[in-house]
């Protein structure tokens, strides 16, 4: 089987959010690193490959962005995926994103297409949805558990109390869930070494309307102080929330 | 001149700070308490390479460069410095003595498990009546024709127990003082070997330090390492790399208290504002990132002259002498800013003002590095 997994190229989360005169985002200073969910939909699929090598016969890693994405795609080869592919296009919206994807995957084979089901910096959770309607590939979301047994993939996802195991043909697109792993795979060493001589393919994206403007960036409103008020003090926590808060 | 790291150097110091901050800081404070020998974790670290991360890739190493290794030791450092030490002494000791000095067998059957992780080595110079003077070596190292015969103790080990593979520096011409010096690799079960209890320290507690006992210990001739007499030479060849690390790990120190002190100081509330709104915390605040940025540098400066094959034995002793001294005051420091916090185990910054003092001692005293400086300076 051969995988392919979406990364994107995300500001760490800890970064402190600045924007350019409120119209473009400010990457002065900022460090990339790869979305936490794809970092983990890559992460289960190393461990499958490393667990079953016989059924694995390739990771991909593939993201659409510009140069500056190269070094989180070169990570992800230090953590274990065999080659990396940059479409080289500087998306706007979701849709671009699984468009540029899209255009690619309906040329190759891949058999397990794996995203994040959403990403730390715009949080759309569109990607994967978009993706798999585009291809008309079968596509399960929230996936928080993925294996192969006997040449066969067992997926589950959390429901309401309980748990949904699903099988499903393929190829398709898995919509990764927190779960799927316990962490992150720490790059070894080795990993970093030969992560220079893989492959990185940088490859012209495919011609695409873009249907998104960014009009302005606004930050959220800094909290109010908290107020604190004695428990046995209910009458004015009902006057606060009437008269200030106006919520009651 | 480029300050700037590589991507790799990037993606090294990342992989050390997430290790430390996933793997060692939940249950540093348990083990340092109950002195705890980190053996998974040191497992855990061995497997990500990190012990023989500077080895060459043909005898197993990561084939990484002594600046990402100065990048790692600051990272893991500023959690806990025993784990630290278990990484400098594998990787600047054993490891880089082995692949500098040892022949190509030697290479074979010790580097190689080495530089995988898969064993541990130990440095054994120091003993009870020389630590700083190490040309009075006082365990023998008789030439019995096919074989040698360990006789003495060593004090001070690290990794006594856990390494399977010691260093030993021993004296077979005592006439010739120094010059009668020999380096051996001894395997840890060898017959005849024993180990003091563990000592009970100040700080990095949970390091595994010992003396060990030699009493009629047979080494095979094969095991001497370099020509006859060549082993004074190859401790303080060693040793001169050994301070890089050790200076790396006093700077992870120091920056470990300085980011908690910083952290704590915008946390906390004195006089109706954060306490780092106080001019005599925030200057000393100041006076720590000053003393840091050039703790690193000379760090670095050392690691990159010893990258670019440059003479730099006066550059890691300013560096180790520099990093342990700034250590111990910026740890002081940062229990000062914590207050009475800082006084307890649960904020970390009294173990680092511990861990600091032994920088201090280790692998040449500060006066020891003074000695090497300014001989340097009448060259």
Not at chain 2, 312 to 340: F, L, N, P, R
Request: hydrophobic content about 40%; charged content about 25%.
């Amino acid at each position: 089987m051969k995988i392919l997994v979406c990364i994107n190229n995300v500001p760490d989360t800890t970064t402190k959010i600045k924007f350019v005169n409120n119209t473009a985002f400010d990457s002065n200073g900022v460090q990339w690193i790869i979305n936490p969910w794809d970092e983990l939909a890559l992460t289960r699929a190393i461990e499958i490959k490393e667990a079953q090598p016989s059924e694995i016969e390739n990771i991909t890693v593939i993201n659409v962005g510009l140069a500056e994405a190269e070094a989180t795609i070169r990570k992800a080869l230090a953590i274990g995926a065999d080659n990396g592919i940059r479409i080289n296009y500087d998306a706007k919206d979701s849709f671009a994103v699984a468009y540029q994807l899209a255009e690619y995957i309906k040329k190759e084979n891949y058999d397990i297409i794996l995203c994040g089901i959403e990403s730390s910096d715009y949080n759309g959770a569109n990607v994967g949805g978009m993706l798999s309607e585009i291809l008309e590939f079968p596509s399960v979301s929230s996936i928080s558990h993925l294996d192969i047994k006997e040449g066969k993939l067992i997926l589950k996802r959390e429901i309401d109390g309980g748990q949904e195991t699903l099988s499903t043909q393929l190829p398709f697109v898995g919509i990764v869930q927190k779960g799927i792993t316990k962490e992150p795979k720490i790059p070894s060493m080795r990993g970093i070494m030969t992560a220079r001589t893989k492959q990185l393919l940088v490859i012209e994206a495919a011609s695409c309307e873009s249907l998104t403007d960014f009009i302005e960036f606004e930050l959220p409103k800094p909290k109010a102080a908290c107020k604190k008020i004695d428990p046995e003090n209910v009458r004015e926590l009902v006057q606060l929330l009437h008269n200030e808060a106006k919520v009651i | 001149m480029d300050f700037k790291f590589t991507e790799e150097q990037e993606m090294i110091q990342q992989a050390a700070k997430d290790f430390a901050e996933r793997e060692l800081l939940a249950d540093v404070i348990e083990r340092d308490d109950n002195a705890i020998f980190p053996k998974e974790h040191i497992k855990k670290l061995a497997e990500l390479g990190f012990l023989g991360m500077m080895t060459d890739p043909k005898y197993d190493g990561g084939g990484m460069d002594t600046v990402s290794y100065v990048l790692a030791m600051e990272e893991i450092s500023k959690i806990d410095a025993s784990v630290s030490v278990v990484m400098s002494v594998c990787n600047s000791l054993v490891n880089w003595g082995l692949e500098t000095y040892g022949n190509e067998a030697q290479k074979e059957k010790y580097l190689k498990p080495l530089a995988r992780g898969e064993k541990i080595g130990a440095f054994l110079l120091s003993e009870p009546e020389a630590g700083s003077d190490a040309t009075s070596q006082r365990t023998t190292a008789e030439d019995k024709g096919d074989y040698y015969l360990l006789n003495g103790t060593k004090n001070w080990i690290t990794n006594a127990n856990s390494a399977s593979t010691y260093l030993v520096i021993a004296q077979t011409y005592p006439e010739k003082k120094h010059k009668g010096i020999n380096a051996f690799i001894v395997e840890k079960d060898s017959p005849g070997i024993t180990l003091g209890p563990h000592e009970n320290k100040m700080g990095m507690r949970s390091s595994d330090t010992h003396s060990v006992m030699f009493n009629d210990v047979k080494v095979s001739k094969e095991n001497r390492i370099g020509e006859d007499g060549f082993g004074f030479t190859f401790a303080m060849k060693t040793l001169d790399g050994g301070r890089i690390g050790i200076a790396s790990q006093a700077l992870g120190i120091a920056s470990g208290a300085f980011e908690r002190a910083l952290k704590y100081s915008r946390e906390r509330k004195a006089f109706g504002t954060e306490i780092f709104n106080h001019q005599s915390v925030a200057f000393k605040l100041s006076d720590m990132a000053v003393k840091i940025e050039n703790a690193r540098n000379l760090c670095l400066k050392a690691a990159w002259l010893k990258d670019q094959h440059l003479p730099y034995g006066t550059a890691s002793a300013m560096a180790k002498q520099y990093c342990a001294d700034v250590a111990m005051e910026i740890t002081t420091e940062a229990v000062q800013i914590h207050g009475g916090y800082g006084y307890v185990k649960e904020y970390h910054v009294e173990r680092l003002m511990r861990e600091a003092k032994l920088t201090q001692i280790y692998e040449g005293t500060s006066e020891v590095q003074k000695i090497i400086i300014s001989r340097s300076l009448l060259k």
